[in-house]
């Protein structure tokens, strides 16, 4: 539910739903209800004649980490019992017994065991995919469907699900929105596997990561970035001589979790150490998809076409520009119907449906079409610093460097088929500024 008002009661007491939301939800609750005894500010009732377990506490959380008072409570209680934590989309169910965390479940895609095997690096993606079809065909639970292809053994699978137990469990006590329940007694129809998990270390695991992680995330914004080797002849501490080993500059921290068994946290743990040892730095995302790679390079198309517009020069840049494509064979059919628009931008859906009629089927598409914006780009901007006073052109050079970063911080990309290039695009654009693609 939103934090909009979703119900309304009326002066003789009717409940009228605000809204398809809150609707939706009383409808799926239709039935009789008793009133429990609250406060005047809020509502609590429960099915009439149920039978379930009592319930023993129930708030909001407002803030990451408020979970973890309430996990305290139950490890320091030896309650036994099974909180249930919702967000906005997602539901988690922690389950204790005598304050331990004996099972946990989650509708959370990536903590379903599927995705912890593929995570973790027990399986691959296309085993996970055949594992998945295995099981919606046979009816049997994924990790079974595994042991059965022989992906992965019955003593490898025990420990991924005790380590899928500990990511719910710091999914849930990291929430930063939601309402949580905790309802005395534990449901064994609910417990797939039981494990034995110290619901004292995990909490202090939580709080360590989550304090270590805020900190991390000022040099490594989130698992998609790549470390990049610095070279030097620096050797790692042995502890972390795996870690830096797959450290291409091409790899992701998330990818690299993966080869080495290892999630985000403990891989960003590791990779932050190598970057405070200088021996990696970090490169930015590189966007993926013919689509995602125009509309980046399209940001510096549109600044280097603003600049010019700036200083009375945008027709000559069109000028330009639109020779220099003429002049070259590939970008004639690459960009039928793709523009340039007025601010210089491309049409990135049309250029990614035009691919196919210029690129050779074995390319790799993501690199073929970084190297021909990059061709593209490039003398856009060569063009633009002869048009520019000397200092417009250094600021304009210095933003657009600034705006593919990612891409010239990246892997090169491959090289066009010499049938399909002809023209200036063949060869590095030279002048005062210029792109570069190491």
């Known amino acids: 539910m939103g934090e909009g008002d979703d119900l309304r009661i009326d002066a003789t007491g009717t409940l009228h739903p605000l809204g398809r939301e809150a609707s939706q939800e009383l409808r799926a609750r239709a039935g009789e209800w008793r009133l429990l005894a609250s406060p005047p500010d809020i509502v609590m009732a429960v099915r009439a004649g149920s039978q379930g377990r009592s319930l023993r506490l129930a708030g909001e959380v407002r803030t990451p980490g408020a979970l973890c008072d309430v996990v305290a409570m139950i490890a320091q209680g030896s309650w036994s019992g099974e909180l249930v934590v919702l967000e906005e989309q997602s539901k988690r169910a922690i389950h204790f017994e005598r304050g331990n965390i004996v099972a946990a479940t989650t509708s959370v895609a990536s903590e379903r065991l599927g ?3 593929w995570r973790f690096g027990a399986i691959t993606r296309s085993q996970l995919d055949e594992v998945v079809r295995s099981a919606e065909k046979s009816g049997k639970r994924i990790g079974e469907a595994a042991v059965e292809l022989e992906f992965v053994g019955p003593e490898e699978l025990w420990r991924m699900t005790a380590r899928q137990v500990e990511e719910v469990f710091y999914g849930a006590v990291h929430v930063g929105n939601a309402t949580f329940y905790l309802f005395d007694g534990l449901d ?23 304090d270590e992680l805020r900190f991390f ?40 979790g993966r080869r080495i068994g290892q999630l985000e946290f403990e891989v960003t743990r590791g990779v932050f150490q190598l970057v405070a040892a200088g021996l990696v730095t970090m490169a930015a995302p590189r966007p993926e998809g013919p689509v995602a790679v125009v509309e980046a390079f399209n940001a510096a198309l549109v600044e280097v076409h603003r600049a010019c517009e700036a200083a009375g020069k945008v027709r000559e840049l069109r000028s330009g520009i639109e020779q220099f494509a003429l002049s070259t064979g590939v970008y004639v059919p690459l960009l039928v119907g793709a523009g340039p628009n007025e601010d210089g931008s491309l049409e990135a859906e049309r250029v990614a449906r035009n691919i196919a009629a210029v690129a050779g089927g074995d390319q790799d598409l993501d690199a073929w079409i970084t190297q021909q914006m990059f061709d593209y780009a490039g003398f856009a901007l060569f063009h633009a610093g002869s048009l520019l006073p000397r200092d417009a052109e250094v600021a304009l050079n210095t933003r657009v460097m600034k705006m593919l970063e990612p891409f010239r911080q990246q892997p090169e990309v491959a090289a066009t088929p010499p049938s399909r290039r002809t023209g200036p695009a063949s060869t590095p654009v030279s002048g005062r500024a210029t792109l570069e693609n190491p």
């Open 115 to 117: 995705e912890i095997l």
């Open 188 to 210: 064994e129809t609910k417990l797939q596997q039981r494990h034995h998990l110290s619901a004292g270390q995990l909490l202090m695991e939580a709080a360590r990561r989550m």
């Open 217 to 256: 995330r000022e040099k490594i914004p989130s698992d998609a970035w790549i470390p990049v080797p610095s070279g030097g002849g620096k050797k790692p501490p042995p502890e972390l001589g795996d870690l830096w080993l797959e450290c291409d500059g091409r790899r992701s921290v998330a990818e690299i």
